[in-house]
Nanobody
Framework: QVQLVESGGGSVQAGGSLRLSCAVS????????MSWYRQAPGKGREFVSR???????TYAESVKGRYTISRDNAKNTVYLQMNSLQAEDTAMYYC??????????????WGQGTQVTVSS
């Protein structure tokens, strides 16, 4: 079974930083890309960043230059370093696997989320 556990969320003031972690287990049958999404209150879930197996990363325009995604393959962990946080970054942050093929079922897996609250 694939499991993702996010951590590192919290409350910070505008301009502050946080580092989120996503520890993944059971993902040997999944594609290697990992992504972060976020969902603010009353809004839909939106893409934040993705990292490929070779370390190449993509970012949403709203976080480009402020966020950095990285991964430690030996620890099966993906990180999201968030700097210059703004009130608009307040959201629940989720990590997500690529497609996984397990037991004849092909699907993505999500973590439970970690809350980030930025006060202005």
């Amino acid at each position: 079974q694939v499991q993702l556990v996010e951590s590192g969320g919290g409350s910070v003031q505008a301009g502050g930083s946080l580092r989120l972690s996503c520890a993944v287990s059971g993902s040997t049958s999944c594609g290697s890309d990992m992504s972060w999404y976020r969902q603010a209150p009353g809004k839909g879930r939106e893409f934040v960043s993705r990292i490929h197996s070779d370390g190449m990363a993509t970012y949403a325009e709203s976080v480009k230059g402020r966020y950095t995604i990285s991964r430690d393959n030996a620890k099966n962990t993906v990180y999201l370093q968030m700097n210059s946080l703004q009130a608009e970054d307040t959201a629940m942050y989720y990590c997500k696997t690529a497609l996984c093929a397990i037991g004849g079922v092909i699907r993505e897996y999500w973590g439970q989320g970690t809350q980030v609250t930025v006060s202005s």
